[in-house]
Protein backbone atom coordinates (compact mmCIF):
# COMPACT_ATOMS: atom_id res chain seq x y z
CA UNK A 1 0.00 0.00 0.00
CA UNK A 2 1.40 3.39 -0.74
CA UNK A 3 2.57 5.56 2.18
CA UNK A 4 2.86 9.16 3.29
CA UNK A 5 6.07 9.65 4.73
CA UNK A 6 5.73 12.06 7.64
CA UNK A 7 8.98 13.06 8.67
CA UNK A 8 9.44 15.22 11.86
CA UNK A 9 11.98 16.69 14.36
CA UNK A 10 10.02 16.86 17.89
CA UNK A 11 12.08 17.87 21.31
CA UNK A 12 9.17 18.45 23.84
CA UNK A 13 6.53 16.32 21.86
CA UNK A 14 3.97 18.84 20.59
CA UNK A 15 4.95 18.34 17.31
CA UNK A 16 4.85 14.41 17.64
CA UNK A 17 1.50 15.18 18.49
CA UNK A 18 0.55 17.16 15.61
CA UNK A 19 2.49 14.71 13.64
CA UNK A 20 -0.14 12.06 15.00
CA UNK A 21 -3.00 13.63 13.78
CA UNK A 22 -1.55 14.66 10.18
CA UNK A 23 -1.35 10.55 10.07
CA UNK A 24 -4.81 10.49 11.06
CA UNK A 25 -5.96 12.37 8.26
CA UNK A 26 -3.33 10.15 5.84
CA UNK A 27 -5.51 6.93 6.88
CA UNK A 28 -8.44 8.13 6.23
CA UNK A 29 -8.27 7.97 2.56
CA UNK A 30 -8.46 4.59 1.13
CA UNK A 31 -5.43 2.78 -0.18
CA UNK A 32 -2.90 5.32 1.46
CA UNK A 33 -1.46 4.84 4.86
CA UNK A 34 0.99 7.10 7.27
CA UNK A 35 4.86 6.28 7.92
CA UNK A 36 5.89 8.39 10.56
CA UNK A 37 9.74 8.86 10.97
CA UNK A 38 11.89 11.41 13.27
CA UNK A 39 15.52 12.46 12.64
CA UNK A 40 17.90 12.07 15.77
CA UNK A 41 19.37 14.98 17.43
CA UNK A 42 22.36 16.59 15.83
CA UNK A 43 24.79 16.29 19.25
CA UNK A 44 23.72 12.33 18.94
CA UNK A 45 24.65 12.81 15.15
CA UNK A 46 28.06 14.81 15.40
CA UNK A 47 29.38 13.70 18.75
CA UNK A 48 28.12 9.82 18.90
CA UNK A 49 26.96 7.23 16.39
CA UNK A 50 23.08 7.89 16.58
CA UNK A 51 21.22 4.73 18.57
CA UNK A 52 19.10 2.40 15.68
CA UNK A 53 16.26 3.36 17.17
CA UNK A 54 15.15 6.02 19.74
CA UNK A 55 14.04 5.30 23.09
CA UNK A 56 10.78 6.31 22.30
CA UNK A 57 9.00 7.66 19.42
CA UNK A 58 8.89 7.45 15.67
CA UNK A 59 11.70 5.32 14.39
CA UNK A 60 14.26 7.43 12.74
CA UNK A 61 14.04 7.30 8.65
CA UNK A 62 16.06 5.58 6.57
CA UNK A 63 17.33 6.76 3.15
CA UNK A 64 14.79 4.02 1.64
CA UNK A 65 11.70 5.25 3.54
CA UNK A 66 12.26 8.52 1.23
CA UNK A 67 12.84 6.35 -1.50
CA UNK A 68 9.35 4.25 -0.92
CA UNK A 69 7.32 6.95 -0.06
CA UNK A 70 4.17 8.57 -2.46
CA UNK A 71 4.74 11.68 -0.60
CA UNK A 72 6.48 13.55 2.37
CA UNK A 73 5.52 15.55 5.40
CA UNK A 74 8.26 17.39 7.19
CA UNK A 75 7.92 18.70 10.54
CA UNK A 76 10.15 20.69 12.86
CA UNK A 77 9.63 23.06 15.91
CA UNK A 78 10.46 26.89 15.31
CA UNK A 79 13.94 27.46 16.08
CA UNK A 80 14.07 31.50 15.46
CA UNK A 81 11.89 31.23 12.85
CA UNK A 82 13.55 28.32 11.14
CA UNK A 83 13.60 24.80 11.39
CA UNK A 84 15.30 22.92 13.68
CA UNK A 85 18.97 21.97 13.32
CA UNK A 86 18.69 18.22 13.52
CA UNK A 87 15.67 18.29 10.38
CA UNK A 88 18.09 20.86 8.48
CA UNK A 89 20.87 18.54 8.99
CA UNK A 90 19.13 15.14 7.61
CA UNK A 91 18.10 17.31 4.77
CA UNK A 92 21.69 18.34 4.13
CA UNK A 93 23.01 14.67 3.36
CA UNK A 94 19.77 14.34 0.67
CA UNK A 95 22.35 15.12 -1.74
CA UNK A 96 22.35 11.59 -3.58
CA UNK A 97 18.75 11.23 -3.61
CA UNK A 98 17.97 15.03 -4.95
CA UNK A 99 21.10 13.39 -7.98
CA UNK A 100 19.29 10.88 -8.55
CA UNK A 101 15.36 12.46 -8.25
CA UNK A 102 14.19 9.90 -5.74
CA UNK A 103 11.75 13.40 -4.67
CA UNK A 104 10.76 14.71 -7.86
CA UNK A 105 7.04 14.77 -8.69
CA UNK A 106 5.89 13.82 -5.13
CA UNK A 107 3.73 15.73 -3.19
CA UNK A 108 5.25 17.45 -0.02
CA UNK A 109 3.76 20.16 2.90
CA UNK A 110 5.26 20.87 6.08
CA UNK A 111 4.04 21.34 9.48
CA UNK A 112 5.01 23.82 12.73
CA UNK A 113 4.69 23.94 16.56
CA UNK A 114 5.69 27.31 18.22
CA UNK A 115 5.76 28.36 22.29
CA UNK A 116 4.48 31.46 21.32
CA UNK A 117 1.85 33.12 18.74
CA UNK A 118 3.33 35.14 16.05
CA UNK A 119 6.53 33.20 17.16
CA UNK A 120 7.91 32.23 13.39
CA UNK A 121 5.74 29.23 12.10
CA UNK A 122 5.23 30.93 8.95
CA UNK A 123 8.80 31.39 8.08
CA UNK A 124 9.72 28.00 9.66
CA UNK A 125 7.20 26.79 7.25
CA UNK A 126 8.70 28.29 4.55
CA UNK A 127 12.44 27.55 5.38
CA UNK A 128 11.13 23.38 5.36
CA UNK A 129 9.15 24.16 1.69
CA UNK A 130 12.73 25.29 0.52
CA UNK A 131 14.76 22.21 -0.09
CA UNK A 132 11.07 20.69 -0.99
CA UNK A 133 11.43 22.66 -4.09
CA UNK A 134 15.16 22.02 -5.11
CA UNK A 135 14.21 18.27 -4.57
CA UNK A 136 11.27 18.98 -7.00
CA UNK A 137 8.24 18.33 -5.49
CA UNK A 138 5.26 19.20 -5.63
CA UNK A 139 4.13 21.76 -2.42
CA UNK A 140 0.36 21.38 -0.80
CA UNK A 141 -1.00 23.52 1.14
CA UNK A 142 -4.21 23.94 3.46
CA UNK A 143 -6.71 25.90 1.36
CA UNK A 144 -8.96 28.33 2.74
CA UNK A 145 -11.86 25.82 1.16
CA UNK A 146 -11.02 24.37 5.14
CA UNK A 147 -13.12 26.59 7.25
CA UNK A 148 -11.10 26.12 10.35
CA UNK A 149 -8.42 28.39 8.71
CA UNK A 150 -10.82 30.97 8.81
CA UNK A 151 -11.82 30.35 12.35
CA UNK A 152 -8.52 29.01 14.17
CA UNK A 153 -7.26 31.62 17.05
CA UNK A 154 -3.78 29.83 17.41
CA UNK A 155 -2.20 27.68 15.29
CA UNK A 156 -3.04 26.74 11.32
CA UNK A 157 -1.70 28.83 7.78
CA UNK A 158 -2.36 27.86 4.19
CA UNK A 159 1.46 27.17 4.25
CA UNK A 160 0.69 23.96 6.44
CA UNK A 161 -0.68 22.79 9.66
CA UNK A 162 0.60 24.42 12.77
CA UNK A 163 0.17 24.87 16.58
CA UNK A 164 1.07 27.04 19.21
CA UNK A 165 2.38 24.93 22.25
CA UNK A 166 3.01 27.56 25.38
CA UNK A 167 5.51 27.88 27.37
CA UNK A 168 5.90 24.37 28.34
CA UNK A 169 6.68 23.05 24.90
CA UNK A 170 4.00 21.07 24.88
CA UNK A 171 0.28 21.15 25.09
CA UNK A 172 -2.89 19.44 23.27
CA UNK A 173 -3.74 20.79 19.72
CA UNK A 174 -6.93 23.15 19.54
CA UNK A 175 -9.98 21.82 17.76
CA UNK A 176 -9.06 23.79 14.94
CA UNK A 177 -5.19 22.89 15.14
CA UNK A 178 -6.71 19.06 14.89
CA UNK A 179 -9.02 19.30 12.02
CA UNK A 180 -6.28 21.47 9.93
CA UNK A 181 -3.58 18.90 10.59
CA UNK A 182 -5.72 15.98 9.49
CA UNK A 183 -7.23 17.81 6.69
CA UNK A 184 -3.49 18.24 5.42
CA UNK A 185 -3.01 14.76 5.70
CA UNK A 186 -6.11 13.99 3.54
CA UNK A 187 -4.81 16.56 1.35
CA UNK A 188 -1.58 15.22 0.33
CA UNK A 189 -2.38 12.02 0.28
CA UNK A 190 -5.36 12.54 -1.80
CA UNK A 191 -3.15 14.09 -3.85
CA UNK A 192 -0.61 11.60 -4.03
CA UNK A 193 -3.23 8.99 -5.09
CA UNK A 194 -3.79 10.80 -8.24
CA UNK A 195 -0.01 11.49 -8.76
CA UNK A 196 1.00 7.71 -8.83
CA UNK A 197 1.36 5.71 -11.89
Known amino acids: MPDILILYYSRGGSVAQLARHIARGVDE ?38 AQCAGLILGSPTRFGNMAAPLKHFLDGTGAEWASGTLVGKPAAVFT ?11 TL ?13 LVGIPYT ?16 SHVAGAED ?15 GRRVAQIAQRLLP
Do not use: F, I, K, N
Not at 29 to 53: D, E, K, Y
Not at 149 to 161: I, M, Q
Not at 172 to 184: C, G, K, M, N, Q
Open 113 to 123: STASMHGGQES
Open 170 to 184: YSEPSDEERVLARAL
Open 146 to 161: EAALSSTRSGGTPYGA
Open 126 to 138: LSMALPLLHHGMV
Open 29 to 66: VAGMQARLRSVPPVAAVTQQAAPPVPEDGAPYVSRDDL
